[in-house]
């Protein structure tokens, strides 16, 4: 193993993609990238990776599945092959699980290493890429080599400058050109700005997210050049504003791939005025985004995505620390937006119906706000409880959708503690994150936790809510669930019966949830030996899907193999 290590913009990524193209030149059979910033994008590059050499596996639920089956796979190839393990920058988060433990290993693989933790040379050999040579540095700087001597000497020392660091000189490079600022005033330039940067953002280097090895002033040129790159930003100031807000609400969110559909879903609903930015009059205009994206990536600020559906990009992650820290006290206010901006998508969207890549990146979303508050509001969730939208529910439907179940429990029993102190226990909102923290139990097979919070919600809305109240039916399904695994069979039997008559009355007899319902029932027949009456509700439940979603959708075929059985 190889570990390339060195502050961000340093050039790690750059030199891991040559490495992979050297090796496919020489005849490795395969190189393979695994984002490495975190357990979960470890285990979704896997899945990625398992998606081209073993078709179907990506699909697996259980996340050591995956990283088994990958590692499987890759362990028995016999040609040689490389993986780069890319962005190793915080060794804590795989605490619970080493990193070794997601690698592949025979003698004919290669494993390389990128991180700006400075721990990282425990892996294996490593190669220190703290800064670029004099040559190297000012050849980037000036897109191609010095004319002359004197243009040398100048760039010389707007190299060390800027701690001789690759991304800092190239967008120091697109400043000196946009501007076109004599070569030989920067540095007298450059020490301007950085008084002004530095009074805005004093405390920036006590932030968790240090650029560890490196002294102070390599640090902060390197965020004193992204501050000049902000100010090429085209527009009247407020429309400079206005782009500088979405860049910081986008610094929030994961940095890897950002799409356009959660600004659109914002966009349509909030009235917020910087979201002009991205409307044309008042309906949304995707050709804005996409020249947005267009002027932030000339500037080397963001990664424009190629897509045909929608458009996407992602950020440094360095800038987006940079972007949050320079924020100070609104710090706060962007946590808040960006919970109301995933909120609204989630609100217009069923998660059964997304696609599995729009899940799995709402997902990283989710990840990345639990993570901004826990860092920034102190892991209280104090300002969120006193939103309008249900977030923090929202965001464990989502969890619990997708089978990550521990989140959304964390999440479900943060609600129900705040809620409660502040609404008390038999406020329906208190009464839906019981619920939501029952159906986790139930799905982690803690039947008896699960019937005590099921109990405790259907108690409440039958009292708040009524008794034939949707709300109130759907724990009554809820709690059959759990009578039926449990092996209760009649008790299931009689709650069934009950939503079932409720969700025909409010509902329909080919609602959804109805339908869910009768295949239930008809399962609990079945377990009773009670074959008929099981047949009777099965082709029922047949005939409500194949009209409501044709006859080859999952609900429908499920359906089919259980009235064969």
Same mark, same amino acid.
């Given at each position: ?89 915080? #060794? *804590? ?331 008390? #226990? ?92 009768? *295949? ?46």
């Amino acid at each position: 193993m190889l570990v390339l290590q060195g502050m961000g913009g340093s050039g790690k990524t750059q030199l891991a993609f040559q490495c992979c193209q050297k090796a496919k030149e020489i005849g490795f059979m395969a190189t393979l990238w695994v984002n490495a910033s975190s357990p979960s994008m470890v285990i979704q590059s896997y899945r990625s990776i398992l998606r081209l050499i073993s078709p179907g596996d990506e699909t697996v639920k259980n996340d050591n599945d995956v990283i088994s089956l990958a590692r499987n796979q890759i362990e028995r190839w016999t040609g040689k092959w490389l993986i780069v393990f890319d962005n190793y920058d915080n #060794p *804590q988060a795989f605490a619970d699980q080493p990193i070794r433990d997601y690698i592949p290993l025979n003698e004919a693989g290669r494993i390389l290493f990128t991180s700006r933790h400075r721990d990282s040379y425990r892996l294996g050999g490593c190669i220190s890429l703290s800064e670029m040579t004099e040559e190297e540095s000012v050849e980037l700087l000036l897109q191609g080599p010095a004319s002359t001597p004197k243009e040398n000497s100048e760039g010389v020392e707007v190299a060390a400058t800027l701690g001789y660091l690759a991304l800092a000189l190239d967008q120091a490079g697109a400043y000196i050109r946009s501007h076109g600022l004599p070569l030989n005033q920067f540095v007298t330039h450059y020490k301007r700005r950085k008084r002004v940067v530095l009074e805005e953002i004093p405390d920036e280097w006590e932030y968790r997210r240090s650029a560890g090895g490196s002294n102070t002033e390599q640090c902060l040129s390197v965020f004193t050049t992204w501050g000049m790159s902000l100010d090429l930003i085209k527009g009247s100031l407020k429309e400079k504003e206005q782009k500088i807000h979405f860049l910081t609400l986008a610094a929030f969110l994961n940095p890897q791939h950002i799409s356009g559909r959660y600004f659109r879903a914002y966009s349509i609903t909030d009235s917020a005025e910087w979201l002009d930015l991205l409307r044309s009059g008042k309906r949304w205009d995707s050709d804005r985004l996409g020249d947005l994206l267009a002027e932030l990536g000339r500037l080397s600020l963001i990664q424009v995505h190629k897509s045909e559906n929608e458009h996407a990009f992602s950020i440094h992650p360095l800038i987006c620390d940079w972007m949050k820290l320079r924020k100070g006290a609104e710090v706060r206010l962007r946590i808040i937006e960006l919970t109301n901006m995933l909120a609204t998508f989630l609100e217009g969207h069923d998660f059964n119906d997304l696609p599995l890549e729009v899940n799995q990146e709402t997902i990283r979303h989710v990840d990345a706000w639990v993570e901004a508050n826990e860092n920034i509001l102190q892991d209280s969730f104090e300002t969120v409880l006193t939103m309008p939208r249900k977030s923090i529910g929202l965001f464990a439907g989502l969890y619990l959708s997708q089978g990550r179940y521990e989140g959304a429990r964390q999440l479900y029993r943060r609600e129900l503690e705040g809620l409660e102190e502040k609404l008390g #226990p038999k406020h329906p909102d208190t009464l839906s994150a019981a619920n939501g923290l029952a159906c986790v139990y139930s799905k982690q097979g803690s039947y008896e936790e699960a019937e005590q919070l099921y109990r405790r919600a259907l108690e409440g809305r039958e009292d708040k809510l009524g008794p034939k109240h949707l709300d109130t039916l759907g724990t009554v399904h809820n709690l059959a669930i759990v009578h039926w695994n449990q092996g209760r069979y009649e008790e299931a039997d009689q709650l069934y019966r009950r939503a079932l008559e409720g969700r025909e009355k409010e509902l329909g007899p080919k609602h959804p949830d109805t339908l869910r319902t009768i *295949q239930n029932l008809a399962i609990v027949y079945w377990n009773q030996g009670r074959y008929k009456e099981a047949e009777q509700q099965y082709r029922r439940a047949l005939n409500g899907w194949e009209e409501k979603l044709g006859p080859k959708q999952p609900e429908t075929l499920k359906t089919v193999q259980n009235l064969a059985i």
